[in-house]
């Protein structure tokens, strides 16, 4: 069963695959308010995995892994019936 959603909340993903960058983002982020850190993901895979199965605003991700994997990522996000936003 989905847990209720507080409308005022942004449901975000943080995906790198650097693990500090990604925890310290994603702790930092927790501390705030309007966001709610619900996945942290160290793959694209790993994204479209939960992107699937659950709702989510943001996918917050850094492009280290270069423009063009980033692209496909957003692409195939996109294909899966992902709505939300990317930062």
Known sequence: MEEPRDAKQL????LSH?????TS????????????VVQEC??????????HDSPV?????DLTEGNQRA???ISAARSAGYE???W
Not at 18 to 22: D, E, G, T
Not at 25 to 36: H, K
Request: without cysteine; charged residues 20%.
């Open 84 to 86: 939300g936003g990317f």
């Open 42 to 51: 160290g793959t694209f895979d790993e994204a479209l995995a939960y992107l």
């Open 57 to 61: 605003d943001i996918v917050l991700f």
């Open 25 to 36: 983002l994603a702790r930092l982020l927790a501390t705030e308010t309007g966001f709610d």
């Open 11 to 14: 449901r975000l993903i943080v």
């Open 18 to 22: 650097q693990v500090l960058f990604r």
């Open 71 to 73: 692209s496909d990522f």
